[in-house]
């Protein structure tokens, strides 16, 4: 897929001086404290979100497929941000319930009532709904971040949804195969995972 990070926006060219995984890689690094700082301080989630519309709106991106962050309020204000610029897209709270900081992984059904919120703010706001040009997404960030039980969690929402929109229903967008030290740890987390 070709999606955009909104709250890596203000770091965007720069950080690519580790591994994306473990304790001293670029997640941990740079983009969790990023992605937190947003939902301690509404005033600057409004202007890097405003600022990653804009420029992706002047390099001609009408249509974008944005993760946001764990935290629900960050991602309604990516939300606002798009409808008042009249960006199309799909926004999705980013879920994970391990392997990242305590303060900013939730527990399973905390993800999936937090994905519920956006997804109902996303349906209700003027932008969104049937046809809107602002769609929800369901976003599990990857296999190592999400144990099983959210992944399935996700995936009855998923479903619950598809019901009641009909048609294509909800959209889910994830990472896969981002770089080698992320396909080998996924890999571990599997077996894992499944016992083996």
């Known amino acids: 897929d070709c999606h955009i990070h909104a709250p890596q926006f203000s770091y965007s060219g720069t950080a690519t001086d580790r591994p994306l995984m473990g304790p001293e890689g670029w997640l941990e690094r740079y ?13 600057r989630a409004k ?7 804009d420029r992706t709106l002047r390099c001609g991106t009408t249509s974008a497929c944005y993760f946001a962050t764990v935290q629900v309020e960050p991602t309604k204000i990516l ?27 939730e527990s399973a059904e905390e993800n999936v009532a937090g994905t519920r919120e956006v997804i109902e703010y ?18 599990p960030r990857f296999v190592p971040s999400c144990t099983p039980a959210l992944l399935a969690a996700l995936g009855a929402l998923k479903k ?24 080998a740890y996924a890999r571990a987390i599997d077996l894992a995972d499944r016992g083996l």
């Open 122 to 139: 996303v349906l209700s706001h003027t932008s969104g709904g049937d046809g809107g040009t602002i769609q929800p997404v369901i976003t």
């Open 160 to 183: 619950e949804y598809d019901g009641r929109l009909g048609g294509n229903g909800i959209h889910v967008q994830s990472h896969i195969s981002e770089s080698d030290d992320e396909v």
């Open 47 to 53: 202007a890097v979100y405003g600022s990653v519309v």
């Open 31 to 43: 983009t969790f404290p990023a992605e937190l700082s947003l939902g301690k301080d509404p005033g």
């Open 79 to 105: 939300v606002d941000a798009m409808a008042e610029r009249g960006q199309r897209g799909l926004v999705g709270k980013v879920c994970m319930d391990r392997n990242g900081p305590a303060d900013y992984v």
